[in-house]
T-cell receptor
Framework: SQQGEEDPQALSIQEGENATMNCSYKTSINNLQWYRQNSGRGLVHLILIRSNEREKHSGRLRVTLDTSKKSSSLLITASRAADTASYFCATDAGANNLFFGTGTRLTVIP | DAGITQSPRHKVTETGTPVTLRCHQTENHRYMYWYRQDPGHGLRLIHYSYGVKDTDKGEVSDGYSVSRSKTEDFLLTLESATSSQTSVYFC????????????FGPGTRLLVL
């Protein structure tokens, strides 16, 4: 499979703590994206980082990309109960379409 | 959900029957996609369209066909539904292409008995 692999599969933290999830992939990419999915809903795009970028910020989100290790991390700072969701990375793997991982399920305890 | 609707939202059908799912967008985006989501597999691409009447296969296209006769509508047909096609189906759209941001619909839950 060309999909990314998120780690951990599940993460439970207290509100206010930081949450870090990782994505590893197998082949060279043009860009990597992170999406969030609330229970029973469609995916929502969070951030896109291109292969020539190393770090990107959006509000409380920080994404890093290490192409030499074929990995990315998503950091959510000062987590809130509303951040409870599944988070997916998606890569293009050099193709014209996206390949999604199986996701990290984040639970933020109030 | 970015001007994307899917119908029906829920469907129960029997093995061997044909099923058509509809994705409708109001964003005038060129690219449209059908994915299925199953536990342990994440999202997998079934078919996609890069313009009216222009479609191509994805990772898991066997047993599915698609049609796009208008920019706004992308239909997914299960020609003869099987229990292995029980899944949640998502439509997505993109204005630039598959490597850029995709916007997802709310999903259709399909149960094949």
């Amino acid at each position: 499979s060309q999909q990314g692999e998120e780690d951990p599969q599940a993460l439970s933290i207290q509100e206010g703590e930081n949450a870090t999830m990782n994505c590893s992939y197998k082949t060279s990419i043009n860009n990597l994206q992170w999406y969030r999915q609330n229970s029973g809903r469609g995916l929502v795009h969070l951030i896109l980082i291109r292969s020539n970028e190393r770090e990107k910020h959006s509000g409380r989100l920080r994404v890093t990309l290490d192409t030499s290790k074929k990995s990315s991390s998503l950091l959510i700072t000062a987590s809130r109960a509303a951040d409870t969701a599944s988070y997916f990375c998606a890569t293009d793997a050099g193709a014209n379409n996206l390949f999604f991982g199986t996701g990290t399920r984040l639970t933020v305890i109030p | 959900d970015a001007g994307i609707t899917q119908s029906p939202r829920h469907k129960v059908t029997e093995t061997g029957t044909p099923v058509t799912l509809r994705c409708h967008q109001t964003e005038n985006h060129r690219y449209m996609y059908w994915y299925r989501q199953d536990p342990g597999h994440g999202l997998r691409l079934i078919h996609y369209s890069y313009g009216v009447k222009d479609t191509d296969k994805g990772e898991v296209s066997d047993g599915y066909s698609v049609s796009r006769s208008k920019t706004e509508d992308f239909l997914l047909t299960l020609e003869s539904a099987t229990s292995s096609q029980t899944s949640v189906y998502f439509c997505a759209i993109s204005d630039i292409g598959g490597l850029e941001t995709q916007y997802f619909g709310p999903g259709t839950r399909l149960l094949v008995l």
